[in-house]
């Protein structure tokens, strides 16, 4: 990781087509504008681990839901067979 220190005004270059500027020092509290093309998502570490968490919990809903269907399904294909 690279640590870099920059006064209000002054910016960081990522490739071409990312810009990070330092809009704002107060205290301890650093306000910082990220320009980016609009495929790249920016978020929040924060933001990012409960979209992560979030994404996650709804893949493990769709595979408890298609768990069951299969279940079912088996469970009336059994029924099916089991009258023959």
Request: glycine fraction near 6%.
């Amino acid at each position: 990781m690279l640590a870099l220190s920059r006064l209000v005004g002054e910016r960081i270059l990522i490739g071409d087509n990312i810009v990070i500027e330092v809009r704002k020092i107060t205290g301890t509290r650093v306000v910082i504008a990220v320009g980016a093309p609009d495929d790249v998502v920016i978020d929040r570490e924060e933001v990012f681990e409960r979209k992560s968490d979030e994404d996650s919990r709804c893949d493990r809903t769709v595979e408890d839901r298609w768990d069951a269907k299969e279940r079912q399904d088996i469970r009336e294909s059994e029924g099916l067979y089991a009258n023959r």
